[in-house]
């Protein structure tokens, strides 16, 4: 059976894409895409990275929380990923704390204009530390400095701000300790800190646990354009041959499951309902490439080991089986498997991480592609 007319939908809307070759497809708008050439002459379609940003990513199903070893989290349905992941969640998969805010700023060609209160990691920091990590500014009068001249004169009115900020660090210690959120910072914009926007931000004390958002314009920067981009990890396809529902059992010869417990975990449950996989070709029996015949399983009804260290036990230390296809930001799960339209779902599930651990991927599901029976899917490395 040839690849025919492939069918990509997106499950959160009611648009679907129909491509039956490169002039005639069309782009979903929730989930910017491009055409990419097969080895068998053909094209399919895969998440255009270099257009989507978190801000831009479609909103989480399920609302959640956790607690553990004082650690907390927390999460609502209809939220993008900007409102719940942090920059330490993707630290090693995109390398966030590389960038400054002129960074950002010149990603997205646009002036960092925004006020202060809309940098809440900037606004707990204090003055000794922001004196070491911002460019010259202990070489700077005070006076000259509109935040913290600010926060001087309403904590310490007899202080003389016509001195360096060092000179007054120095002869008044206790200067340092002050924090710049203990004034109001909305009047006060990124350029009344001279040189702010060139700190990179692994600099600022307690960057792993600032919220995507509130690093202003970070947002919008698309993923592909991160320090580390986001890509395709591998250019491995399959086709789907069949779609299988949840009267199936047992599967032994499986692509899913974890970084944990690997990528060939069996399902050995009463229900398997999965995807079977086959060569790109369809060449039949005297060609069988590495993948057919093997089974994707639906997350919906497997769970897998995942997390590590100090966050293992979140969520009993289990996620949904499936693959990471596009590095270690999210994992690319498989969800309702529908035997009577031919079509599959498919989800993105991300993970939380601090500096002794990180949970299993089981924030989720953000609905990603449907599928059709003869589309040929992305499997990565």
Same mark, same amino acid.
């Given at each position: ?13 009611? !648009?679907?894409? =129909? ?14 895409? +491009?055409? %990419? ?12 990275? &270099? #257009?989507?940003?978190?801000?831009? @990513? ?14 907390? +989290?927390?999460?609502? !349905? ?5 409102? $719940? ?47 070491? %990590? ?21 904590? $310490? ?13 120095? &002869? ?30 692994? *600099?600022?004390?307690?960057? &792993?646990?600032?919220? %995507? ?28 041959? /069949? %779609? ?5 059992? +047992? #599967?032994? #010869? ?15 449950? &009463? ?29 919906? $009804? ?15 230390? *289990?996620?949904?089986?499936? +693959? ?10 498989? @969800? ?13 599930? /991300? ?9 299993? $991927? ?8 449907? =599928? ?5 899917? /992305?499997?990565?490395?």
């Amino acid at each position: 059976m040839k690849i025919g007319r492939l069918i990509f939908s997106l499950f959160f809307t009611t !648009a679907t894409i =129909y491509v039956t070759s490169p002039s005639t497809a069309q782009t979903q708008p929730n989930l910017p895409t +491009r055409l %990419i050439p097969l080895t068998t002459g053909k094209q399919t379609l895969l998440p255009d990275w &270099q #257009r989507i940003s978190f801000s831009q @990513m479609p909103s989480i199903q399920k609302s959640g929380s956790i607690k553990i070893n004082g650690f907390s +989290r927390q999460w609502k !349905a209809g939220d993008t990923p900007d409102k $719940y992941l942090t920059l330490g969640d993707v630290d090693e998969a995109l390398k966030p704390q590389l960038f400054s805010l002129s960074n950002i700023a010149n990603i997205i060609n646009s002036p960092n204009t925004s006020t202060l209160d809309n940098f809440p990691l900037l606004g707990k920091q204090n003055l000794q530390r922001l004196a070491e %990590i911002v460019p010259n500014l202990g070489d700077t009068t005070t006076a000259k400095i509109p935040a913290i001249a600010a926060l001087l004169k309403a904590k $310490y009115p007899q202080i003389n701000i016509n001195n360096s900020l060092s000179n007054l660090l120095s &002869q008044n210690p206790e200067l340092g300790k002050l924090k710049l959120n203990q004034i109001d910072l909305s009047s006060y914009t990124i350029f009344d800190i001279p040189n702010l926007d060139a700190v990179q931000l692994s *600099k600022f004390t307690g960057w &792993q646990n600032t919220l %995507i958002k509130d690093i202003p314009g970070l947002n919008v920067v698309p993923l592909a354009f991160f320090p580390l981009p986001l890509t395709e990890a591998g250019n491995t396809f399959a086709r789907i041959d /069949f %779609i299988w529902g949840t009267a199936e059992k +047992r #599967r032994q #010869r499986t692509v899913s499951g974890s970084d944990v417990a690997g990528f060939s975990v069996p399902c050995s449950g &009463q229900k398997c309902p999965h995807i079977e996989l086959d060569d790109l070709e369809n060449s039949g029996r005297n060609i069988r490439g590495k993948f057919e015949g093997s089974s994707w399983i639906s997350g919906k $009804y497997q769970q897998v080991e995942g997390g590590w260290g100090c966050l293992k036990s979140v969520n009993g230390g *289990k996620e949904p089986t499936g +693959r990471l296809p596009y590095g270690s930001a999210f994992k690319v799960v498989v @969800m309702e498997a529908n035997e009577k339209t031919d079509t599959v779902d498919t989800a993105l599930f /991300f993970r939380f991480k601090n500096a002794c651990g990180a949970t299993p $991927y089981f924030i989720g599901p953000v609905p990603f592609f449907t =599928y059709k029976v003869n589309s040929p899917i /992305f499997l990565g490395n």
